[in-house]
């Protein structure tokens, strides 16, 4: 069964940055398309970020696209999200996301629908 565990969320002032970390257990990176997807209070989850599972393509929302990077560790079977330049309207649960995928993409979608799901970790951007 695969599992995905979030860490690295916490408080920061505006302008700055935090790095979520999400570990994969029970399926390697190659195989998984992993995801951020964010839901803000009173709003809706918000898919923002993803990682093809050959770790070539990764893709972004247009709220957090040259602010927010999408990367992996294949050895630490880990992919972080490093978010620089945060804002407030970025203060939300994160959770890392994903979906089975065994064979090589042409891309993700930050949209796309996971299958799997770690139980998030707060983001507040706040001074």
């Known amino acids: 069964q695969l599992q995905l565990v979030e860490s690295g969320g916490g408080l920061v002032q505006p302008g700055g940055s935090l790095r979520l970390s999400c570990e994969v257990s029970?399926?390697?990176?190659?195989?998984?398309?992993v995801g951020w997807v964010r839901q803000a209070p009173g709003k809706a989850r918000e898919g923002i970020s993803c990682?093809?599972?050959?770790?070539?393509?990764?893709n972004y929302v247009n709220s957090v696209r040259g602010r927010f990077s999408i990367s992996r560790d294949v050895a630490e079977n880990t992919v972080y999200l490093q978010m620089d330049s945060l804002q407030a309207e970025d203060t939300a649960t994160y959770y890392c996301?994903?979906?089975?995928?065994?064979?090589?993409?042409?891309?993700?979608?930050?949209?796309?629908?996971?299958?799997?799901w770690g139980k998030g970790v707060e983001v507040n951007v706040s001074s």
């Open positions: 029970g399926l390697t990176l190659d195989s998984i398309v």
């Open positions: 996301a994903a979906y089975r995928n065994f064979l090589p993409t042409s891309g993700c979608s930050p949209a796309a629908p996971m299958k799997f």
């Open positions: 990682i093809s599972n050959t770790g070539t393509w990764t």
